[in-house]
């Protein structure tokens, strides 16, 4: 069965630059979640995306931004990179309906290092 | 906003033997999910199990399986003739359904805990 993909699985960026996530969803998802997961930490909620539109915000520094595309993949766009920024960046996928959602699935992650 | 708490940093298991995970979560829905994801070296997280709150029978998917006790809110993941291949992180994470909840409007994010780190030794 088709998953997630995310590209690039690893980026190495320099403090202060600029990096583009990418998020490709299971066929037919139309829901995208965007986690952040810290060195020996849990995931945490970034932001999320449903039918294209921004339908919920957790703790994203106003540096990042993010979008859905009408072929329901999605974008994070990481501005002024800090060291801090050093991450595992999940994207998961689901499904909704209604007023319920399936269970989402995980993409392999982007490791981002910031030097 | 629904905490989850896993109060067990690390645990280790003999090969074959049974284990269990312990997960707590604070919220004042009635109507939820929890799930149980496993994190392997590889850093990718899998879907172990789900349990919507509304269903009293336990969830099971063959070696694995909760122990939902809704009203002390707690959601144990047991892991029967445990396997080398289970040695991974395990997180619980908590679901509120989309729409309205107390004090927020929740469009389906999880909540995780800070996770267990499982060892199967051989």
């Known amino acids: 069965a088709a998953g997630v993909i995310q590209s690039p699985r690893h980026l190495i960026k320099e403090k202060r630059e600029t990096a583009t996530l990418k998020c490709y969803p299971i066929p037919r998802h139309d829901t995208v979640y965007w986690y952040q997961q810290g060195p020996g930490q849990d995931p945490q909620f970034l932001i999320s995306?449903?039918?294209?539109?921004?339908?919920d915000k957790g703790s994203i520094p106003d540096r990042f931004s993010a979008q859905q595309f009408s072929d329901y993949h999605s974008e994070l766009n990481m501005s002024s990179l800090e060291l801090g920024d050093s991450a595992l960046y999940f994207c998961?996928?689901?499904?909704?309906?209604?007023?319920?959602?399936?269970?989402?699935?995980f993409g392999p992650g982007t490791r981002l290092t910031v030097l | 906003a629904q905490t989850v708490t896993q109060s067990q940093p690390e645990m280790s298991v003999q090969e074959a033997e049974t284990v269990t995970l312990s997960c707590t979560y604070d919220t004042s829905e009635s109507n939820y999910y929890l799930f149980w994801y496993k994190q392997p070296p590889s850093r990718q997280m899998i879907l172990v199990i789900r349990?919507?709150?509304?269903?009293?029978q336990n969830a099971t998917e063959n070696r694995f399986s909760v122990n939902f006790q809704k009203a002390a809110k707690s959601f144990s993941l047991k892991i029967s003739d445990s396997q080398l291949g289970d040695t991974a992180m395990y997180f619980c994470?908590?679901?509120?359904?989309?729409?309205?909840?107390?004090?927020?409007?929740?469009?389906?994010?999880?909540?995780f805990g800070q996770g267990t780190i499982l060892t199967v030794h051989p």
């Open positions: 995306f449903y039918e294209k539109m921004q339908s």
């Open positions: 994470a908590f679901m509120s359904p989309i729409g309205g909840y107390a004090g927020g409007t929740s469009y389906g994010k999880l909540t």
């Open positions: 349990q919507e709150a509304y269903k009293q």
């Open positions: 998961a996928s689901t499904k909704r309906y209604g007023s319920s959602t399936d269970t989402q699935y």
